[in-house]
């Protein structure tokens, strides 16, 4: 059955049409509405499959504002989360970075953490489900293994040495003695049913304890997690959550352009030296079971004042060879530029969410094939359109149309289309949108 044919629920239609309209993009129901992006999505799932296996990957998406970009990571995120991935994300911000000495590294850690999500809670806070779920597998695993009724001591024995071979292989990482003592810290709580407990060693995951004294005090471990190493920390969760059978962890970090905003040049550094950090680490194989995704705007990367190819070291690894250009990407190096959707896949897209319109307000879609290609006509028509129109700005006047021919059956599509109004509007929010772009990277 064609995927515009298909019934649509209607709490999924509300929710994509909604954010859609409002300029952002729905955490469900991506599926309906997914065109293109063949190339880029080839090459980001053979990553997921280097990482299941036990590798790590970095990449950079980068697209203008509207581009895709976030649209593609949220793609990415639902489809790995199906695949048995574990998933943290985060917005960057002026509060929240990668490095900060006010904390700002340790607010981004935060974040991911709060968001850790996975196929059975996608919204995210999902670190107690994984944690319970890795000793009830184990419990169960252990059963099945030796046969032993769970009131039996002996079982207990066994549960407890398999905890402690998963644990065990932990102590070999980077803080991982005190990550496997925390861990088993919670397991004992668990048996215990000792809430207080269970409740500090999850503070602690959530990196929530400012002070190693508190740290010690409460649980017996000198160390806390802070903005040097919260990445760490990570990589420790990504190992740990392939004992816990899950397939492995992905980062996701958008709008890197906060970076690139900050006003001291010397923090600008240290963000792009952590960037490097990560970068080193994935590269040389020091991590596994890891992926990580950044996100951001052609000037927030190859901008060489202020932009991440500032940092020389940084540019000289990533900046494209000789053969890149005019259309031709490298789909296996670290950036991956978005090109823009052509308008023979913008009229697909906007022909499956005239159906999902319909679908949601129950009412037949009458839009004809030429109808849609005359709006993608006019929006593509508009002057510099090859160089500034962006899916969310198509996304955004389709479904206004739609709305409106909705509410008003006495208007015509051709009417509408064929105004004046519409096209001088589109023109100004375009060429008003580009210009506060443009002023942004020159102040």
Same mark, same amino acid.
């Given at each position: 059955?064609?995927?515009?044919?298909? #019934?649509?629920?209607?709490?999924?239609?509300? @929710?994509?049409?909604?954010?859609?309209?409002?300029?952002?993009?729905? #955490?469900?129901?991506?599926?309906?509405? %997914?065109?293109? =992006? %063949?190339?880029?999505?080839?090459?980001?799932?053979?990553?997921?499959?280097?990482?299941?296996?036990?590798?790590?990957?970095?990449?950079?998406?980068?697209?203008?504002?509207?581009?895709?970009?976030?649209?593609?990571?949220?793609?990415?995120?639902?489809?790995?989360?199906?695949?048995?991935?574990?998933?943290?994300?985060?917005?960057?911000?002026?509060?929240? =970075?990668?490095?900060?000495? *006010?904390?700002?590294?340790?607010?981004?850690?935060?974040?991911?953490?709060?968001?850790?999500?996975?196929?059975?809670?996608?919204?995210?806070?999902?670190?107690?489900?994984?944690?319970? #779920?890795?000793?009830?597998?184990?419990?169960?695993?252990?059963?099945?293994?030796?046969?032993?009724?769970?009131?039996?001591?002996?079982?207990?024995?066994?549960?407890?040495?398999?905890?402690?071979?998963?644990?065990?292989?932990?102590?070999?990482?980077?803080?991982?003695?005190?990550?496997?003592?925390?861990?088993?810290?919670? /397991? !004992?709580?668990?048996?215990?049913?000792?809430? *207080? $407990?269970?409740?500090?060693?999850?503070?602690?995951?959530?990196?929530?304890?400012?002070?190693?004294?508190?740290?010690?005090?409460?649980?017996?471990?000198?160390?806390?997690?802070?903005?040097?190493?919260? /990445?760490?920390?990570?990589?420790? &969760?990504?190992?740990?959550?392939?004992?816990?059978?899950?397939?492995?962890? /992905?980062?996701?970090?958008?709008?890197?352009?906060?970076?690139?905003?900050?006003?001291?040049?010397?923090? !600008?550094?240290?963000?792009?030296?952590?960037?490097?950090?990560?970068?080193?680490?994935?590269?040389?194989?020091?991590? !596994?079971?890891?992926?990580?995704?950044?996100?951001? @705007?052609?000037?927030?990367?190859?901008?060489?004042?202020?932009?991440? &190819? +500032?940092?020389?070291?940084?540019?000289?690894?990533?900046?494209?060879? #000789? &053969?890149?250009?005019?259309?031709?990407?490298?789909?296996?190096?670290?950036?991956?530029?978005?090109?823009?959707? +052509?308008?023979?896949?913008? $009229?697909?897209?906007?022909?499956?969410?005239?159906?999902?319109?319909?679908?949601? &307000?129950?009412?037949?879609? @009458?839009? %004809?094939?030429?109808?849609?290609?005359?709006?993608?006509?006019?929006?593509?028509?508009?002057?510099?359109?090859?160089?500034?129109?962006?899916?969310?700005?198509?996304?955004?006047?389709?479904?206004?149309?739609?709305?409106?021919?909705?509410?008003?059956?006495?208007?015509?599509?051709?009417?509408?289309?064929? +105004?004046?109004?519409? $096209?001088?509007?589109?023109?100004?929010?375009?060429?008003?949108? %580009?210009?506060?772009?443009?002023?942004?990277?020159?102040?």
């Amino acid at each position: 059955m064609p995927e515009q044919q298909r #019934r649509i629920p209607r709490r999924i239609a509300q @929710t994509v049409i909604n954010s859609l309209k409002g300029g952002v993009v729905p #955490r469900i129901g991506l599926p309906y509405i %997914t065109v293109g =992006r %063949t190339a880029e999505i080839k090459a980001l799932l053979h990553d997921v499959d280097i990482v299941a296996d036990g590798g790590a990957s970095f990449r950079f998406i980068v697209g203008r504002y509207g581009s895709g970009k976030s649209f593609l990571l949220q793609s990415l995120r639902n489809y790995v989360m199906d695949h048995g991935f574990v998933v943290v994300d985060a917005d960057l911000s002026p509060n929240r =970075r990668l490095h900060g000495t *006010a904390g700002q590294g340790l607010a981004t850690y935060r974040e991911l953490v709060a968001n850790l999500a996975t196929k059975t809670k996608p919204e995210g806070g999902a670190l107690v489900l994984v944690l319970d #779920r890795w000793i009830s597998s184990v419990q169960q695993q252990t059963a099945q293994e030796t046969g032993l009724d769970p009131s039996d001591p002996a079982f207990t024995q066994a549960v407890d040495k398999k905890i402690g071979e998963t644990i065990g292989s932990l102590d070999e990482l980077v803080h991982g003695f005190d990550f496997a003592q925390l861990l088993e810290k919670y /397991y !004992r709580a668990s048996l215990a049913d000792d809430k *207080a $407990t269970k409740s500090a060693v999850l503070k602690w995951f959530r990196g929530e304890y400012e002070r190693k004294t508190d740290a010690k005090n409460e649980l017996g471990v000198s160390v806390i997690i802070s903005d040097d190493d919260w /990445y760490d920390y990570l990589k420790l &969760f990504a190992v740990f959550f392939r004992q816990a059978g899950y397939a492995g962890l /992905y980062i996701m970090i958008d709008e890197l352009v906060n970076l690139s905003k900050i006003p001291n040049a010397i923090s !600008r550094q240290y963000n792009y030296e952590k960037i490097l950090a990560i970068y080193n680490d994935v590269l040389q194989g020091k991590a !596994r079971y890891l992926g990580v995704l950044m996100c951001g @705007t052609p000037q927030a990367v190859e901008d060489k004042r202020r932009g991440v &190819f +500032s940092y020389e070291a940084l540019r000289s690894r990533l900046a494209s060879g #000789r &053969f890149s250009g005019d259309g031709r990407h490298d789909m296996a190096a670290p950036l991956i530029y978005l090109e823009p959707l +052509s308008a023979e896949e913008m $009229t697909v897209l906007v022909g499956k969410l005239a159906q999902m319109h319909a679908s949601l &307000f129950q009412y037949e879609q @009458t839009l %004809t094939d030429e109808d849609l290609a005359k709006f993608i006509q006019i929006e593509y028509g508009r002057i510099g359109a090859d160089h500034t129109i962006t899916p969310r700005e198509v996304i955004r006047d389709f479904i206004e149309l739609l709305d409106i021919l909705q509410q008003h059956p006495n208007m015509s599509v051709s009417g509408l289309l064929g +105004s004046q109004e519409f $096209t001088y509007a589109q023109s100004d929010v375009v060429s008003n949108k %580009t210009t506060e772009e443009f002023a942004e990277f020159t102040i």
